[in-house]
């Protein structure tokens, strides 16, 4: 395998590495939304 | 941007990453190097959008006067400051295969190294100011005063004066000199890149809504 390969190889994985990370961020922010509403709920109850 | 959307601009960048160094053919003289210009170009075109964004939410704050705004700008500029510093990192990788060192002091590269003081600047202005307000408004003024320099150092100095960066993808004549391989990996880049930035952004945003509503409840 020539080096080139190599490279693109090591690229995805950084890519799909950075992809991960944003999906790990988007359900976060999610779930934090989420805590918020119910917070929010109860202080109205 | 729902999952769809995600996962299909993870393709399409996989895509062209795959392009890049496998189909697109390479420019005389610059050898496998060429496949820098997929990564370079998209980094220097979302600095510009970043901080023009940066530069339109200031003057909607400065109108609105609604903090929400300037956070906006800040994140805009956030996100351009990491994009300028991988457009120089990129060149810099170029620049040491096509000119021998990786830094040459060479106008675009002057004019790039300014521009990230200045960005920089705009950060240690807001973070030694406390009072929000007060920050808002200086960072906003600076954030305009700062836009104004970008089209200047970017389009401007390295044209005034001469350079060893290879010409601009449209080049004076308004003409494009691409290869029709090269222009389609380029163009499929730009696109992936501009919505990559999009859904950064959106989260930024999100994460600022989330972040006021915390701060008006404790209130």
New interface residues.
């Given amino acids: 395998m020539g080096p080139i390969y190599i490279v693109l190889i090591i690229i995805i994985i950084i890519w799909a590495g950075i992809f991960g990370y944003m999906l790990h961020l988007d359900k976060e922010i999610k779930k934090l939304r989420k805590h918020f509403d119910q917070v929010k709920k109860k202080g109205r109850n | 941007m729902t999952k769809i959307w995600?996962f299909a601009l993870?393709l399409w960048?996989?895509v062209v990453?795959?392009l890049a160094?496998?189909w697109a053919p390479l420019a005389e003289g610059l050898g496998?190097y060429t496949r820098i210009i997929y990564f370079h170009v998209p980094a220097a075109w979302l600095t510009v959008l970043s901080f023009l964004l940066g530069a339109i939410y200031s003057i909607i704050y400065i109108k609105k006067r609604e903090i929400k705004f300037d956070l906006y700008a800040e994140s805009a500029s956030q996100i351009g400051l990491v994009f300028c510093l991988l457009a120089t990192v990129t060149g810099s990788i170029w620049a040491k295969v096509s000119w021998g060192s990786f830094w040459n002091w060479d106008p675009r590269e002057t004019s790039i190294f300014i521009l990230l003081l200045i960005y920089a600047a705009y950060f240690a202005l807001r973070s030694a100011i406390e009072q929000e307000e007060r920050k808002a408004a200086l960072a906003a003024v600076y954030s305009l005063f700062a836009f104004v320099s970008v089209p200047f150092f970017v389009f401007i100095v390295p044209r005034i004066y001469s350079s060893l960066h290879p010409d601009p993808i449209v080049n004076p004549e308004g003409r494009i000199n691409m290869d029709s391989k090269m222009l389609t990996t380029f163009i499929s880049s730009l696109f992936g890149f501009t919505l990559f930035f999009i859904?950064?952004f959106k989260?930024k945003i999100?994460?600022i809504g989330?972040k006021l509503?915390?701060k008006k409840?404790e209130l």
Avoid: P
């Fill in positions: 995600q993870f960048l996989t990453i795959i160094f496998l496998e859904w950064i989260r999100d994460l989330l509503n915390l409840m």
